[in-house]
């Protein structure tokens, strides 16, 4: 949990998987990935931010894990 790994040509997201695009989710629905991260990336109360990165090339996406 909190693994941040880059996948290549998905049409769809990995199961336990979460696109680092820079969203906001809510503590309590994923409490292991909050426990993992925190506010690192920003948010506060009951929200916390994911990481924006992207891919370094086309059809390219980082995602991170929330569960196993």
Do not use: K
Not at 2 to 10: E, H, P, R, S, V
């Amino acid at each position: 949990i909190g693994t941040i790994q880059l996948f290549a040509n998905l049409t769809t997201y990995p199961i336990s998987w979460i696109l680092c695009n820079g969203g906001s989710l809510v503590t309590s629905v994923y409490p292991s990935l909050f426990a993992a991260i925190g506010y690192s990336y920003g948010g506060s109360g009951v929200n916390f931010t994911l990481p924006n990165i992207t891919g370094p090339v086309a059809n390219t996406r980082y995602y991170i894990r929330y569960a196993y």
